[in-house]
C-alpha cells in the first residue's frame, strides 16, 4: 500500500506504508477522513474483529435508489493501477450507482447495488460495513472525476471485459 505524502516544502513523494508513516498526526487525520481505510485504524489484530463487528450491525441511512458514487478502486486495487489514469494518485475516479434490491438471509439484511455504466449488479451483497467503505460519496467535489460514457471512450480498459465490445459500441453510437 502506497501514499502520497506531500512535505512541508511542497515535494509529494509516493511513500510504502510504514511504522513511520502510520504513526504521524496527519496519517491519523488521513485514515479518518477516508472510510475505504476503516482497518488501518487498528492493529492487526483488532482490524478484523472491529470489520466483523460493523458488518452485523443494521444497515441504516439509505434508502432504495439512492444514487452513490463509487470509487473505481471498488473493482480491485491492481487493476486499478493498470489503468494508469492521470493524476491517479489525487483524484478520485468514480462511477455512479444505486441501491436497487434488499435482500435478507438469516437475520441479516444486505443491499444491492447497480452499476448502470457497467451494465451490472456488483456480485457483493452489501452489508453495513461495504455501505461504510464504498459509498460514502454522494455528491462530488473538485477532487472527484465522474466516470461516465465519454471517460470511457478514452480509457475503454475501465469497462468490464465480458461486455466491453457491446458498450464501447453504444457509447460510441451516442457520440
Request: proline fraction near 5%; charged fraction near 25%; hydrophobic fraction near 40%.
Given at each position: 500500500?502506497?501514499?502520497?505524502?506531500?512535505?512541508d516544502?511542497?515535494?509529494?513523494?509516493?511513500l510504502p506504508?510504514?511504522?513511520?508513516?502510520?504513526?504521524?498526526?496527519?496519517?491519523?487525520?488521513?485514515?479518518?477522513?477516508?472510510?475505504?481505510l476503516?482497518?488501518?485504524?487498528?492493529?492487526?489484530a483488532?482490524?478484523?474483529?472491529?470489520?466483523?463487528?460493523m458488518?452485523?450491525?443494521?444497515?441504516?441511512?439509505?434508502?432504495?435508489?439512492?444514487?452513490?458514487?463509487?470509487?473505481?478502486?471498488?473493482?480491485?486495487?491492481?487493476?486499478?493501477?493498470?489503468?494508469?489514469?492521470?493524476?491517479?494518485?489525487?483524484?478520485?475516479y468514480?462511477?455512479a450507482?444505486?441501491?436497487?434490491a434488499?435482500?435478507?438471509?438469516r437475520?441479516?439484511r444486505?443491499?444491492?447495488?447497480?452499476?448502470?455504466?457497467?451494465?451490472?449488479v456488483?456480485?457483493?451483497l452489501?452489508?453495513?460495513?461495504?455501505?461504510?467503505?464504498?459509498s460514502?460519496?454522494?455528491?462530488?467535489?473538485?477532487?472527484?472525476t465522474?466516470?461516465?460514457?465519454q471517460?470511457?471512450?478514452?480509457?475503454?480498459?475501465?469497462?468490464?471485459?465480458r461486455?466491453?465490445?457491446?458498450?464501447?459500441a453504444?457509447?460510441?453510437?451516442r457520440?
Open positions: 500500500m502506497f501514499f502520497l505524502v506531500e512535505f516544502d511542497g515535494d509529494k513523494v509516493l506504508y510504514s511504522k513511520d508513516l502510520s504513526s504521524s498526526a496527519q496519517f491519523e487525520e488521513f485514515i479518518f477522513a477516508e472510510p475505504q476503516f482497518p488501518l485504524r487498528f492493529n492487526a483488532d482490524a478484523p474483529k472491529r470489520i466483523t463487528a458488518r452485523r450491525e443494521p444497515i441504516r441511512n439509505i434508502a432504495l435508489h439512492d444514487v452513490i458514487y463509487v470509487d473505481l478502486r471498488y473493482w480491485g486495487y491492481e487493476w486499478f493501477d493498470t489503468l494508469d489514469l492521470p493524476n491517479a494518485y489525487v483524484t478520485t468514480v462511477v450507482c444505486e441501491y436497487v434488499w435482500h435478507t438471509h437475520r441479516y444486505y443491499v444491492k447495488v447497480r452499476c448502470p455504466l457497467f451494465d451490472e456488483l456480485s457483493d452489501w452489508d453495513y460495513y461495504y455501505v461504510y467503505i464504498y460514502s460519496i454522494s455528491t462530488l467535489n473538485d477532487t472527484h465522474l466516470v461516465d460514457e471517460f470511457c471512450l478514452l480509457y475503454p480498459a475501465i469497462l468490464p471485459e461486455n466491453r465490445d457491446r458498450l464501447f453504444e457509447f460510441a453510437a457520440v
